[in-house]
C-alpha cells in the first residue's frame, strides 16, 4: 500500500485561519488514514486522528499556529503506521493583514523623503504609526530600533516582516 500527499506538497503559503483541502492519493490502502501537521522535521499537531481514505480533508488552520515557513503534512495509515507520506518541500503558514500596510526600515527608510510604501519606507517605527490609522499595519524590516513609540490611541497591527513573510533573517 502506498499514500501520496498531493497537497500541500510544498512552496504554499496559507494564511492562519483560512481553510484548504489537504489532498492525497493512495493505492491498496484499507481503513483510514491519520493527518499530522510537522514543524521543522517535528511532529507540530494531530489535525485528524482518522478520516475516511477519500484523497481529500478540509482543513481550518488554527488562528494560534505559529507563523513559518518549515511546515509539511504527513498522512498515515492508521492500521500500518509504516504506510505514510509527507510533503515533499515546505509550506508556509503566515498572518494576512488587512488594511493599509505602512512599511518602516531603518537602513533604507527615510522620514524626510519615504511615503511609508514597501519601496520608499519610512526609517521610524514612529513615523509609520503617525502615518497609520486604526485598522491599518506598519511592518517593520528587521534593524535597531532605538525610540520610545506613542500608539495615539489607535487601533493598528506592529508587527515584523515575519508576520506575512515567515522570513527570521
Known amino acids: 500500500p502506498t499514500i501520496t500527499v498531493t497537497s500541500p506538497n510544498g512552496g504554499e503559503t496559507w494564511d492562519l485561519g483560512s481553510a484548504h483541502e489537504i489532498t492525497w492519493t493512495s493505492i491498496d490502502l484499507s481503513g483510514n488514514v491519520k493527518i499530522d501537521l510537522y514543524q521543522g522535521g517535528s ?3 494531530t489535525i485528524v486522528e482518522s478520516t475516511n ?3 481529500t480533508y478540509s482543513w481550518t488552520i488554527l488562528s494560534g499556529y505559529g507563523i513559518g515557513n518549515d511546515y509539511k503534512i ?3 495509515s492508521v492500521s500500518d503506521t509504516s504506510v505514510y507520506d509527507e510533503s515533499d518541500l515546505y509550506f508556509m503558514l503566515s498572518f494576512s493583514l488587512s488594511g493599509t500596510t505602512w512599511y518602516v526600515n531603518t537602513y533604507t527608510g527615510s522620514d524626510e523623503n519615504g511615503d511609508g510604501s514597501e519601496s520608499s519606507p519610512f526609517k521610524t517605527i514612529q513615523s509609520g504609526i503617525d502615518a497609520s490609522s ?3 499595519n506598519v511592518l517593520v524590516s528587521v534593524g535597531s530600533y532605538l525610540e520610545n513609540i506613542n500608539y495615539q ?3 493598528i497591527v ?3 516582516y515575519f508576520l506575512t513573510t515567515g522570513d527570521t533573517s
Do not use: L, M, T
Open 134 to 136: 486604526s485598522g491599518e
Open 153 to 155: 490611541g489607535k487601533d
Open 158 to 160: 506592529v508587527g515584523s
Open 74 to 76: 504527513r498522512i498515515s
Open 43 to 45: 511532529p507540530y499537531q
Open 53 to 55: 481514505d477519500d484523497g
